[in-house]
Nanobody, 128 residues
Framework: QVQLVESGGGLVQAGGSLRLSCAAS????????MAWFRQAPGKERDFVAV????????YYADSVKGRFTISRDNAKNTLYLQMNSLKPEDTAVYYC?????????????????????WGQGTQVTVSS
């Protein structure tokens, strides 16, 4: 089993920054993907960003591209999401997710159903 614990959420004004962390423990793996999703009240859980653990290659949702940066520290088994220029529409619960799957080099899993491990979520609130 893999346990994921997010931290770093909070309340910030529009234009501000936050850095989320996701610490992985238990059965860890060097392959696969780690990702961030978010879910606003009354809405579905949406993809935000993903990183391929082996290469560090990344992919972002259009809504956060240029503002958010996903990164990982494999030695610390920790995933990060640096969020800059935050907007009120970024308000949501942010979830860390992981899987151990291996796909072709040009593929990134964007669907939540493709991830078997999830954290409990951390709230991010951006005030206008």
């Amino acid at each position: 089993q893999v346990q994921l614990v997010e931290s770093g959420g909070g309340l910030v004004q529009a234009g501000g920054s936050l850095r989320l962390s996701c610490a992985a423990s238990g059965r860890t793996f060097s392959s696969g993907y780690m990702a961030w999703f978010r879910q606003a009240p009354g809405k579905e859980r949406d993809f935000v960003a993903v990183v391929r653990r082996s290469t560090g290659d990344t992919y972002y949702a259009d809504s956060v591209k240029g503002r958010f940066t996903i990164s990982r520290d494999n030695a610390k088994n920790t995933l990060y999401l640096q969020m800059n220029s935050l907007k009120p529409e970024d308000t949501a619960v942010y979830y860390c997710a992981a899987n151990s799957a291996i796909y072709s080099s040009n593929y990134f899993p964007l669907l939540s159903a493709l991830y078997g491990y999830w954290g409990q979520g951390t709230q991010v609130t951006v005030s206008s």
